[in-house]
């Protein structure tokens, strides 16, 4: 499996600003994906971290408010801008590895957004 | 529009005995389905996964039941053991590889 690591792990933010999230993994991998995880909700996809071209976002997501970088096969970043309370969240990055038919999850960013 | 349902939000089950978590989805293309077990403060970890080819899967103490003329799985895990307490998502992969989440079932398995 990959060891996939996320910064920060945890925070606490004040509403108005903004936050980036780190996403590592130990190999390259093909694709890359940011899922949130509302309090008492389902994971849900924000977007696929595309390498070397803009995110696809799912519907819902825009590219203003969670813009995504994916500057190599190996890292990407996902910014929530512009925080509310609504945005308090587990964050979390997967990947999918070639000959895997599963995803890969880090162990989540839970954002608090005061 | 919810496609992957558990009705389910927790269940109580007793050590040793049988634990089935249950997934209904409303997507007759959806071919891959798959099992993630997640502890607090943790990431999903995979579990076990069923191609919609057949119609059962096992894995040790965990198996999966896939029943698409119902658009059905269940996961069984026997004997069930206080480790097993997390929360269990099914998921379902749609035609762009993307999955789709249930909204989890917090198993609890008492000594």
């Known amino acids: 499996s990959a060891v996939i690591s996320q910064k920060p792990s945890r925070d606490i933010c004040q509403r108005g600003t903004s936050l980036t999230i780190q996403c590592q993994v130990d190999s390259q991998v093909t694709m890359m994906f940011w899922y949130r995880q509302q309090p008492g909700q389902s994971l849900t996809l924000i977007a696929t971290a595309n390498q070397g071209s803009e995110a696809t976002y799912e519907s819902g997501f825009v590219i203003d408010k969670f813009p995504i970088s994916r500057p190599n096969l190996t890292f990407s970043t996902l910014t929530v801008s512009n925080m509310s309370p609504e945005d308090s969240s587990i964050y979390l990055c997967?990947?999918?590895?070639?000959?895997?038919?599963?995803?890969?999850f880090g162990p989540g960013t839970r954002l608090t957004v005061l | 529009d919810q496609q992957v349902k558990q009705n389910s939000p927790s269940l109580s089950v007793q050590e040793g005995r049988i634990s089935i978590l249950n997934c209904d989805y409303t997507?007759?293309?959806?071919?891959?389905f798959l099992w993630y077990k997640k502890y607090p403060a943790e990431g999903p970890t995979f579990l076990i996964s069923?191609?919609?080819?057949?119609d059962k899967n096992e894995d040790g103490r965990f198996t999966v039941f896939l029943n698409k003329s119902a658009k059905h799985l269940s996961l069984h895990i026997v004997p069930s053991q206080p480790g097993d307490s997390a929360v269990y998502f099914c998921?379902?992969?749609?035609?762009?590889?993307?999955?789709?989440f249930g909204q989890g079932t917090e198993l609890s398995v008492k000594p």
């Open positions: 997967s990947v999918d590895r070639v000959f895997y038919n599963e995803q890969f």
């Open positions: 998921a379902a992969e749609n035609q762009g590889g993307k999955l789709i």
């Open positions: 997507n007759s293309m959806f071919d891959y």
């Open positions: 069923i191609s919609s080819i057949k």
